[in-house]
């Protein structure tokens, strides 16, 4: 069964960078697509960045464009979320998830870690 674990979080101030990871047991990533997902206190969660099978990068509609890159290392079973220039609203438990080779919306990710917090304050 696969199992995910997300660790790196922590306080940041505004205009710092931060990197999160999801590593992996259970199974090899190799096979599935990666997503980064947030949810701050009393709002939805949305999507912050997937990454595909191969490599290829999804932005979904609320990411934090041009500011967090995703990368994965299928060697360390692990997948990354870089986040820079971070701002008060990016303040959120950060999660990944794990869907079965694409990136696909939310609801289709039956994989899921237990998130880690993500604090941008001075």
């Known amino acids: 069964q696969l199992q995910l674990v997300e660790s790196g979080g922590g306080l940041v101030q505004p205009r710092g960078s931060l990197s999160v990871s999801c590593t992996a047991s259970g199974a090899t990533l190799d096979g599935y697509a990666i997503g980064w997902f947030r949810q701050a206190p009393g709002k939805e969660r949305e999507g912050v960045l997937c990454?595909?099978?191969?490599?290829?990068?999804?932005d979904y509609p609320a990411s934090a464009k041009g500011r967090f890159t995703i990368s994965r290392d299928n060697a360390k079973n692990t997948v990354y979320l870089q986040m820079n220039s971070l701002k008060p609203e990016d303040t959120a438990i950060y999660y990944c998830a794990a869907a079965h080779l694409f990136c696909t919306s939310p609801s289709g990710f039956p994989h899921w870690g237990q998130g880690t917090q993500v604090t941008v304050s001075s």
């Open positions: 990454i595909n099978r191969n490599g290829g990068v999804i």
